[in-house]
């Protein structure tokens, strides 16, 4: 169906053109977060030197709180964030999604937990599960722009930091106080719960969090192999009666979670320590017989104290995981293990203004250990040591500002078969804002990044049959350079409030997965040949997003929100990058009535037909949403909810898996939570 005919539909559907439930964090947004009751924006934590508000930074930052993360709960981290402006998923399957902002995924997309390195495998491949739980965040918040600097070139997507408040930095202002979730879906047939308490015994404070996530294989609109795979499959002598339809085989997912903390508060200073653990146990969609079985241990530890004088405050974060995951050919059948085991410390010291220049120093260093032995042996024993310095400063004069960094880093990357390799990597960045009047924000940034290239893309030699490709690593490859730009826009009124930022990430030595036409014999057939290279590539692009408030008719407050994100990613040279989310369009309205709130909302995904060599075109989509939210008491909402309403069959083009695996169909959720 045309563009235009299927968002005429989306319009008369809602009256309205605006994003489904986002957080962006704007005066009034509608959607996930609100702001304060003074009306002030929301506080950001993650990024360098002390928490700003929104209406400080140049970049546009999407915060999600603990009840918003339930809202949009959607199988793994990626798929649960998918639909805000400019981010997407890797939506392997319900058990494996990562997010890809911008265009951007993997080593490009920072995954942090409570701000340090997730420390997983879940950049290796799209098959490998994030370990953050968004069923146990607390707050999700995602931050792009130059503030993403603190992290290294390995954040030139941007940053998830997924903060799980085991460890706390102010006394509550409750002895006692908790939260509960539960929820049932029909698509899956899935049960999700989860609870948190925290309790305050003087200066001390104790958090204690669990998640349970258990679903079947999920429902699904039709076929799981598109029409095209069907052809190609019919072609090569297979047999329709056995492709599957209205269920996705394999695609059961349990998941438990457990943490624990504990912390000391004091006058201006605080020091805390938490444990969690985390087991997971899912189908890889890819292989009907092939599941994985995931657990990781981690330790973290976080303090900070204020000072009087050249320092202001001195904070230091350090975790220790232990992960590993092993994936069966079927019950009994161990294959590959993968395992990552390490350690990260970050350090950061913020001084007093000179000279009206306030900003933070810092240190950060991670050594970290992985290994996959076994029938997909795609890499072999790797450790990969890294030890960044930084600097980052900010100067407001009120009405307007400059900001900028910098950092470099140190990286070592030695693997057992192909050897050692050692790189320096600089980043930097600059930007400025000003405020014309009471309303207007404008900014604009420029960075300059460089991104050491990771184990797999070094030294990876083996099958992935998740992929269904043989990938090949060049020990030659050089950092990964690039220039980024950006100019942000921000209209914030009583009643409407619209942004938009426009964007262009040029690299001169982008590192990609290219197909050579070569194929080889592998485990369960001949696989093509994927050799990681690097060329002169670009990413260009735009996010707009609204809402207003609509006032009242018929006795019921309205107020609506919308967005539309587009990206294109080529090779100077010529050709299409692969895996590139297609322009996404976001529409909702909500209404609230005494008890009641009801919102109705829509996404169109347009046809991506800007593809690789070796891709095929995705079609277009467009799906509905309904959820009704009734406050039971103060402290207890009820919701009722109904997504892809239609039952339209989605295939999300960023996914490895789109051929053979759409997204689920209508699907019906119920759940109840309470906060004490």
């Known amino acids: 169906m045309l563009l235009a005919s299927r968002l005429a539909i989306g ?92 265009g951007l995924g993997a080593e490009r997309v920072q995954v942090l937990a409570n701000g340090i390195g997730v420390i997983d495998a879940s950049a290796a491949s799209p098959d490998h599960a994030v370990t953050s ?36 930095e102010k006394l509550p202002e409750k002895d006692f106080s908790g939260a509960v979730y539960g929820g049932l879906t029909s698509a899956d047939e899935g049960k999700q719960a989860a609870a948190r308490a925290a309790v305050k015994f003087g200066q001390f404070v ?13 429902d699904i609109p039709g076929f799981a192999l598109s029409q095209a795979a069907r052809d190609e499959a019919i072609a090569g002598g297979a047999d329709p009666a056995d492709f599957a339809h209205g269920t996705l085989p394999n695609s059961a997912v349990e998941t438990k979670s457990l943490s624990g903390g504990l912390s000391w508060v004091g006058d201006g200073a605080f020091l805390g320590g938490g444990v969690r653990r985390l087991e997971s146990n899912y189908g890889n969609v890819a292989e009907e017989t092939v599941f994985i079985e995931m657990e990781q241990t981690r330790y973290d530890m976080r303090g900070g104290i204020n000072f009087e004088g050249p320092i202001r405050s001195l904070k230091g974060w350090g975790s220790v995981v232990d992960y590993e995951h ?15 085991e390490g350690w990260e410390g970050r350090i950061e010291a913020a001084h007093a203004p000179i000279g009206g220049v306030e900003g933070s120093l810092g240190v950060q260093a991670s050594e970290r250990d992985f290994a996959a032995l076994g029938d997909e042996s795609l890499i072999g024993p790797t450790t990969t040591k890294q030890t960044g310095i930084f600097a980052y400063e900010t100067y407001d004069r009120g009405t307007w500002g400059l900001e900028g960094g910098l950092r470099f880093d140190d990286v070592d ?158 090779l100077d040279a010529g050709g299409n990058l692969p895996l590139i989310p297609p322009m996404t369009v ?26 690789a060599a070796f891709e095929t075109p995705t079609d277009d989509y467009l799906t509905f949403d309904a959820r009704l939210g009734i406050a039971l008491t103060s402290n207890v909402k009820l919701m009722l909810e109904a997504r892809n309403l239609t039952d339209e069959e989605v295939r999300v083009h960023a996914s490895p898996l789109k051929e053979f695996a759409p997204m689920p169909g209508r699907n019906f959720r119920v759940a109840l939570r309470a906060e004490f």
């Open 11 to 102: 319009v008369a559907a809602l009256g309205l053109l605006g994003p489904a439930a986002f957080a962006q964090v704007t005066p009034g947004q509608a959607g996930a977060v609100q702001a304060p009751d003074d009306g002030g924006d929301v506080v950001v934590v993650t990024g360098i030197g002390p928490a700003r508000t929104s209406d400080e930074l140049i970049a546009s930052t999407t915060v999600l709180e603990a009840e918003d993360v339930t809202d949009r709960l959607a199988g793994g981290l990626g798929d649960t964030l998918a639909g805000l402006p400019g981010v997407a998923s890797t939506a392997f399957a319900p058990g494996a999604s990562r997010p890809i902002i911008r």
């Open 133 to 168: 739980d968004p069923l146990g965040a607390e707050r999700i918040e995602i931050l792009r722009g130059p503030a993403s600097l603190a992290y290294g070139g390995g954040a030139t997507g941007g940053v998830v930091n997924v903060i799980d408040g085991l460890i706390v």
């Open 206 to 218: 104790a958090v204690v969090n669990g998640s349970y996530l258990d679903t079947d294989d999920i």
């Open 326 to 340: 092993t994936e069966f050919e079927g019950p009994g059948e161990p294959g590959t293990v993968f395992t990552n």
């Open 413 to 570: 990357v030695d693997n057992i078969v192909g050897g050692a390799r050692g790189f320096d990597a600089w980043n930097a960045s600059f930007g400025a804002h000003v405020h014309l009047g009471d309303n207007v924000f404008l900014g604009g940034s420029v960075s300059r990044t460089e991104r050491a290239p990771t184990d797999i893309e070094l030294f990876a030699d083996g099958p992935h049959l998740a992929t269904e490709q043989f990938e090949v690593g060049d020990d030659t490859l050089t950092t990964e350079e690039g220039v980024n730009y950006e100019l942000t826009a921000r209209w914030e009124g009583d009643a409407v409030n619209v942004s938009g930022s426009v964007y262009r990430f040029d690299f001169d030595s982008f590192i990609y997965l290219e197909d050579t036409g070569v194929v080889v014999p592998g485990p369960e057939g001949d696989l093509p040949v994927f050799q990681f290279v690097q060329a002169g590539a670009n990413f260009t692009g735009f996010e707009v997003s609204a809402d207003a408030q609509l006032g009242n008719a018929l006795g019921v407050d309205w107020k609506t929100d919308g967005s539309v994100d587009f990206v294109r990613a080529e």
């Open 586 to 611: 976001n529409a909702g309205i909500e209404g609230e009535r005494g008890i009641f709130t009801g919102r109705l909302e829509a996404q169109y995904g347009a046809e991506q037909d800007e593809v």
